[in-house]
């Protein structure tokens, strides 16, 4: 069993940055491809960014790409998600998720622990 804490939304003005933090228990976290997704209001979860379980592997999302960079401390049991140049569409619930594999999986399916979420909210 995985569980999943995330933490360091809030509201932030477009242009500025927020990070944030994944919290994860277990000894294997270093072990679990991570997965960042987000659900803005009537709409469905949609895939943010991914890390494979070494760190080493990432992929994201077009309309974040250059912006949003994701990253994991496995000696924390921690993945992060750094957001720059922030912009009113990516308001949402963000939520951290995590899976046993070696591959970086994209679609909320794939993932089989998720946290609790967190709320960003960019003002225009």
């Known amino acids: 069993q995985v569980q999943l804490v995330e933490s360091g939304g809030g509201l932030v003005q477009a242009g500025g940055s927020l990070r944030l933090s994944c919290a994860a228990s277990g000894r294997t976290f270093r072990r679990y491809a991570m997965g960042w997704f987000r659900q803005a209001p009537g709409k469905e979860r949609e895939f943010v960014a991914a890390?494979?379980?070494?760190?080493?592997?990432?992929s994201y999302t077009d309309s974040v790409k250059g912006r949003f960079t994701i990253s994991r401390d496995n000696a924390k049991n921690t993945v992060y998600l750094q957001m720059n140049s922030l912009k009113p569409e990516d308001t949402a619930v963000f939520y951290c998720?995590?899976?046993?594999?070696?591959?970086?999986?994209?679609?909320?399916?794939?993932?089989?622990?998720w946290g609790q979420g967190t709320q960003v909210t960019v003002s225009s």
């Open positions: 890390i494979s379980w070494s760190g080493g592997d990432t």
């Open positions: 998720a995590a899976t046993y594999t070696i591959q970086i999986p994209t679609t909320t399916h794939e993932y089989d622990y």
